[in-house]
């Protein structure tokens, strides 16, 4: 167990963080990036919103892709769009927030997904719904505490 684990009083099973469960393979993409590249990715990919990045890799926005649909079919057409035009602030969950409140945030923000980071804005990987669901349920845990 790393030292920033955090031990449940009166017993010997850690509690669960973000840092536990997060995906860790998560795709990042630059402001540049085109929509189109974006949308391939959620199509491909696993998530449906995806976390726009600036040099350092600290998260200045989120594309989702319901947005992207919007878009679509507005103009006919992502082409000729980036990233920059299309995202939005993102809501985040910081690494050492437990599972608990990371369920919490999903179903108070409406959120499938929702990108993890660091102290200093870098991201570190991202959540799901599902992966909320299946991490307690593999090692017995309730969602809420």
């Known amino acids: 167990m790393k030292t920033n684990d ?3 009083t009166g017993t010997h099973s850690e ?3 973000a840092n536990h469960f997060m ?3 998560t795709p990042i993409f630059k ?3 085109p929509c189109d590249a974006l949308l391939s990715e959620m199509l491909t990919g696993q998530f449906t919103r995806l976390p ?3 040099d350092q890799d600290r ?3 989120i594309v989702d892709q319901g947005d992207l649909l919007k878009m679509a079919l507005k103009r006919g057409s992502l082409k ?3 990233a920059a035009e299309m995202m939005k602030e993102s809501f985040f969950i910081l690494t050492h927030c437990p599972s608990f409140q990371v369920a919490r945030a999903l179903r108070d923000n409406h959120l499938h997904d929702v990108p993890v980071v660091d102290h200093d804005n870098h991201v570190m990987g991202m959540i799901t719904a599902k992966s909320v669901f299946r991490q307690n349920r593999l090692n017995n845990h309730p969602i809420e505490r």
Request: charged fraction near 40%; proline fraction near 0%; charge should be neutral.
């Open 59 to 61: 998260l200045i926005g």
């Open 23 to 25: 995906n860790r393979d």
């Open 80 to 82: 000729q769009m980036c």
């Open 6 to 8: 955090v031990m449940e």
């Open 15 to 17: 509690k669960r963080t």
């Open 52 to 54: 726009i990045v600036d």
């Open 31 to 33: 402001k540049e990036t």
